[in-house]
């Protein structure tokens, strides 16, 4: 059977990919950002994962307003990224688990989430960025995606308690997959920063510390607020570490973590890292 082997989640700043493309790891400013990741890293390669199941919020370039799927899954045999108008390099294509991706959607429709279902689907800065930053300097991916995109875009938006069900029926539905897989479930998004309107350039640390001590263990803490609270705290683009949420929902029992790293500013956004695993205690 297919076991969750644990969950990453990061930010996905667009500037990241600029700096990636530049090589600017150890440039004053990117330096501190870049050291968190080696753990992470190196976690993932003892760990091998085959796929990465990544909960992602797309920004305008798949979905659009006229359109906007609360959630939607790649059924694809591959996913390409395209120019966003960020001005960063486009990464190599993805391959796609189309055998796995299926099998989520069923369990899913099954378990009352009426998912849109991708047989297509361009990826974003939000689906490729924790890819460049977890397996770096590759020329291929070593490992195949299923990408789970949750609306941040278009209000009104699904609660953080109904992401937090989301993921963990993701999570059900990857441990009753009959092949033998390795599989890491990613979180792109957050943490705090707003980019547009009054409060842009918001940024709340003490937010997001206590969001991250509690996500491990107490992840209920974060599904008690609202949407309407979760922006007020952590911004209108904050918003998108529902993705943290339904990440670590995917983990059951004890959930600790491995690896966690936080750094303000990256471009606008306070960023985060986290590595999370099942243990028994
Ligand atoms: C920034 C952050 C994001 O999450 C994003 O999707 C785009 C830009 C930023 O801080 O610049
Ligand atoms: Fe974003």
């Given at each position: 059977m297919?076991?969750?082997?644990g969950?990453?989640?990061?930010?996905?700043?667009?500037?990241?990919?600029a700096?990636?493309?530049?090589?600017?790891?150890?440039?004053?400013y990117?330096?501190?950002f870049?050291?968190?990741?080696?753990?992470a890293?190196r976690?993932l390669?003892?760990?091998?994962?085959?796929?990465?199941?990544i909960?992602?919020n797309?920004?305008?370039?798949?979905f659009?307003?006229?359109?906007?799927?609360?959630?939607?899954?790649?059924?694809?045999?591959?996913?390409r990224?395209?120019?966003?108008?960020?001005?960063?390099?486009t990464?190599?294509?993805?391959?796609?688990?189309?055998?796995?991706?299926?099998?989520?959607i069923?369990r899913l429709?099954d378990e009352e989430?009426?998912?849109?279902?991708?047989?297509?689907?361009?990826?974003?800065?939000?689906?490729?960025?924790p890819l460049?930053?977890?397996?770096?300097?590759?020329?291929a991916?070593?490992?195949r995606?299923?990408?789970?995109?949750?609306?941040?875009v278009q209000h009104?938006?699904p609660?953080a308690?109904?992401?937090?069900?989301?993921?963990?029926?993701?999570?059900?539905?990857?441990?009753?997959y009959?092949?033998?897989?390795?599989?890491?479930?990613?979180g792109s998004g957050?943490?705090?920063?707003q980019?547009?309107?009054?409060?842009?350039?918001?940024?709340?640390?003490?937010?997001?510390?206590?969001?991250?001590?509690?996500?491990p263990g107490?992840?209920r803490?974060?599904?008690?607020?609202?949407?309407?609270?979760?922006?007020?705290h952590?911004?209108?683009?904050?918003?998108e570490l529902?993705?943290w949420?339904?990440?670590?929902a995917?983990?059951?029992?004890?959930v600790?973590?491995v690896h966690?790293?936080?750094?303000?500013?990256?471009?606008?956004?306070?960023?985060?890292?986290?590595?999370?695993?099942?243990?028994?205690?």
């Open positions: 297919a076991k969750v082997i969950a990453i989640t990061t930010s996905h700043v667009p500037a990241i990919g700096a990636i493309a530049r090589e600017l790891r150890e440039d004053p990117w330096k501190p870049f050291a968190g990741y080696p753990p890293q976690w390669a003892a760990r091998r994962p085959d796929v990465a199941v909960f992602y797309d920004h305008g370039l798949n659009f307003l006229d359109k906007m799927p609360t959630f939607a899954i790649g059924a694809a045999p591959e996913y990224n395209a120019d966003e108008g960020w001005g960063i390099p990464v190599p294509p993805v391959a796609g688990d189309q055998r796995l991706s299926w099998h989520l069923e429709v989430f009426d998912v849109t279902t991708c047989q297509e689907l361009l990826i974003d800065h939000a689906c490729t960025m460049a930053l977890l397996w770096p300097g590759r020329d991916w070593p490992v995606i299923v990408p789970i995109c949750i609306n941040t009104p938006l609660s308690a109904r992401c937090f069900k989301l993921g963990q029926a993701v999570g059900r539905a990857i441990r009753g009959d092949e033998d897989l390795r599989v890491v479930v990613l957050g943490l705090s920063h980019l547009d309107g009054e409060r842009a350039g918001f940024i709340n640390r003490a937010f997001d510390l206590e969001f991250m001590q509690t996500l107490d992840p803490w974060a599904t008690r607020h609202s949407i309407p609270e979760l922006v007020e952590a911004g209108t683009q904050g918003i529902l993705m949420i339904a990440a670590r995917a983990l059951e029992g004890e600790r973590t966690s790293h936080y750094h303000i500013p990256i471009s606008n956004t306070a960023a985060g890292l986290m590595v999370m695993e099942t243990f028994s205690p």
